[in-house]
């Protein structure tokens, strides 16, 4: 036995049998009554109502009205409940014997109402099941027999994207191959966002990397058409209130909320991209009244003649030491420590530190702990994960001096 929806108890499913149709129907009654007591009312005060041809005695012995289903559940003297009958009768008739028991108004010495709910098709009930389970079934058959194809379709889309995004600008901002050439641009966030618009075929987006503004972003909003597509979070209404304030950004679009334009499906892309607003509408609703000049803003410190060649030195000089020079703006020596102390040191330093040259790899934390020591050069073996570049400090590394 198990409960039904209205607290009382199912005394067994509805046998459907060869059934087309289920009438469901609610009973109120005033007065306490058994399950026996409904089903005697259903058939007495029904019959010789309906004519010989649609009597629910006779019906029911023949197999054209299945086993009638009544639940029942007393509280406070009323009982309350539900009637379920089969019918494989058409759709008319059946609709007849439905409003049969809505003339229904006594259950033994009790007042009652009989209200019918709807009337089910089971064969449309049947055919979505059908439908679900066809779809699970091809679902686990796609899993089984294709995982293989699939792993080697994706590696090689994952291949092709890697390889299209490129470099661009003096700040090597992560960008789609269309970037120089296109008309229009779209400036995401980071790296992950133009990989991700990449796999779905847009192949004209940048990132700024980072909170301030490169320089390279600013020049080309001069020159294109410029859709800012940023993330639906804080990060991103502050990435956004900057490039509308530097940059001569055209349209705005914004991933929904919560989201990052990295995670979106290709659907969520292209809508919000559609749904674009101008960047003057954008800086109203946002109290931006002008645009900040440029020249307010740092930009990336160029290497001066000779700087190349000093810093190639110095790296050369510290391969496979695991140490470290900092650098004074004449390139001098200030300190020797070893790397895993750099940190440390940094922060501890009273001088001002010009350059730091290290054997070592650059991390997105000595990128911070640099920045706040106004160091302008990190010249490091190579770089890992550095998502925040601060427009003021230049990373050189390892190859870019030439060295293996």
Known sequence: MIKNELGGIEMGKVDLGTAKYIIHAKVEINGVVEKSDVVGAIFGQTEGLLGNDLDLRELQKTGRIGRIEVNIRSEGGRSFGTVQVPSSLDRVETAIIAAALETIDRVGPCEARITVERIEDVRVTKRKKIIERAKEILMTLMEEITPDSMEITEEVKEAVRLKEITTFGAEKLPAGPNVKD?????????????LNLLKHGIKNAIAVEGTS??????????????????????????ILRELLQVADIDFVARAPEGKEVEELTKKEIFKALRNKVPAEQVMMSLGITKRESPQHFHIEPKVKDGHYEKFKKYLSELHGSLKAYLLDKDLNVIKEVAVRDLLDSLKSSNEKIYAVVFDGIITQRLVEVAKDKDVEFLVGAKVLNVTKKPAELRIITASELGLS
């Open 182 to 194: 296109s008309d229009a641009i779209i400036v995401v966030e980071g790296r992950a966002d133009v």
């Open 213 to 238: 503004i490169p320089r390279t972003i600013i020049e080309l909003s001069k020159k294109k058409t410029v859709t800012a597509f940023v993330d639906g979070d804080r990060g991103g209404e502050l």
